[in-house]
Every structure is written in C-alpha cells, then in structure tokens.
C-alpha cells in the first residue's frame, strides 16, 4: 500500500509547472494585444493630431482656397506617411468664418479636420465585417493673416 501511494505522489509532481505555463500563456496573449494595440492607437493620434496641424498651416500659407484645400491634403498624406500610417484612409474637411466662400479673404478663422482610422493589429476579418479598427480624428483652428495685403482696387 505504501508503494502505491508514492507512485501517485510523483505523478503530480511538474503539474503545477505545465499549469503555471498555460495559465501564463492565457493570460499574457490577450495582454501582449492590449498593449500592442495600445500603442497603434496612440501613434495614430499622434500622426493625425499632427496631420491636422500641418494641413492647417499648408492652407493658410496658400495663395487661394483651391491650392490651399490641395496642399493641406498633401501635407495630412505626409505626416499620416511619416507616422506609419501609410495606408490610412483620410478624410480633410476645410471650413471657414466669417467668409464660408472665400477663406482668404479679410481675416478668416480656418478649421481643419482629419479623420481617419487605425487598423487593430493580429485581429483577422472573422466575421467578414472588415478587420477590426479604431477611428481617430483632430481639428487645428487657425487665423488667416491678420496683417495680409489686400489689393487695391483700380481708380
């Protein structure tokens, strides 16, 4: 009887080891993926808060709104590229007061927004609705020259 009982000692002996290591490994997957995708949101803030900054300046220093609207696309594309996010979608929205029309008229404030969004990493399309993402948007508000030069009209 004695002989039997240690027998069954030692076959539990490493169990708390292998369970250990599962257990880890449970845990520490889904982990790893929080904090990975922690940071490629993070970055994605970065790069379209960034985006938003440089469109605005670039439609500022434009001569009119139509190269403005093309530059400041340009410069978002590029900052986006610089942060990683090369095949991001962009969406640059461009809106104006007191002068809706005309942005470099007289002392206009300019509103630029960036939308765009971070695809989740390691995440599959399970359902076929599309890899799971994370949509990211900023806005940078801005005068146009206070002290630009107008024009004189003809006499």
């Not at 539990?12 to 993926?33: K, N, Q, T």
């Not at 991001?88 to 007061?97: E, G, H, I, K």
């Amino acid at each position: 009887m004695t002989r039997v009982r240690r027998r069954q000692a030692r076959d539990d002996r490493g169990s708390a080891l292998v369970e250990l290591v599962w257990l880890g490994v449970l845990l520490l997957v889904p982990m790893l993926w929080i904090v990975i995708s922690v940071f490629e949101v993070q970055s994605g803030a970065f790069g379209v808060s960034g985006a938003a900054r440089a469109a605005g300046r670039a439609f500022a220093l434009a001569p009119d709104d139509a190269t403005g609207r093309a530059r400041a696309e340009a410069a978002a594309r590029q900052v986006l590229d610089d942060h990683g996010l090369k095949d991001a979608p962009l969406d640059v929205t461009v809106t104006c007061r007191p002068f809706p029309r005309d942005c470099h008229a007289g002392t206009s404030v300019v509103t630029v927004r960036i939308a765009s969004r971070v695809d989740l990493p390691l995440l599959p399309d399970v359902l076929g609705g599309g890899a799971p993402s994370f949509s990211l948007d900023a806005s940078h508000t801005l005068p146009i020259g206070q002290y630009q030069e107008v024009p004189r009209a003809a006499p």
